[in-house]
């Protein structure tokens, strides 16, 4: 099954979520979305840390409510030792079911910092990214520019002109090249909310229930 990687600490799930995993789902042909909790992100302050296991209660509450959607909750980085990196959850993902097929998703804002991730080229060689939207951002741009640097990269395949097994769809070394990156821009919406805002909206005594999930 095609499986997409939607990693995140959801706290809280809201709409902006809800609407890019309904697009994963219904346009772009992935059989699931695996909805990863995670513990911290090694780029923020770790105090959150030990609130994983009640946003991924959070969560699951949030996705029952919706039976629609193909979406699992996975709790597998909150049983993994620290420091969490998406390769290693990637990795674990595909240790777990090898029969599947494992993509991550990550917005534009992540992309441009693709860069200060752990292994980020195997990210991008080894599983790929569907990069969605965000306000800000040239994800074109971007991804040209990655795009370019691979050329530094040893390609998967040279083409000649006299290969007779050339994989279909590969005909040019820039085909070459985006096979080696495998970075896929999928024109999701953009709903202009956020986790950040909802919380201070909660904690101003505003309702902020018709942004949540």
Known sequence: ????????????????????????TTDKGFDWVYLV????????????????RERYEAAVEAVCRHPELHVWVDDIELNMPPPQYTIKTLDAL???????????????DNLQGIHGWRDFQRILTDYGVA??????????????????????????????????DVPE???????????????KVIDAPIVDISSTRIREGIARGEDMSKYLM
């Open 1 to 24: 099954m095609k499986i997409a990687v939607y990693s995140g600490s959801f706290n809280p799930l809201h709409i902006g979520h809800q609407a890019i995993m309904e697009f994963l």
């Open 131 to 164: 990069v969605y939207p965000r306000k800000g951002y040239d994800l074109d741009r971007l991804k040209k520019d990655l795009i370019e640097e691979c050329r530094h990269c040893t390609a998967p395949y040279v083409l000649d002109g006299t290969e007779e």
């Open 94 to 108: 595909k240790a777990r079911e090898p029969e599947n097929d494992f993509t991550l998703v990550i917005g534009a």
């Open 37 to 52: 909790v995670s513990p911290q992100n090694p780029f923020k302050d770790s105090k959150n840390a030990k609130t994983g």
């Open 169 to 183: 769809g590969m005909r040019s070394l820039e085909d070459a090249l985006e096979r080696s990156y495998n970075i």
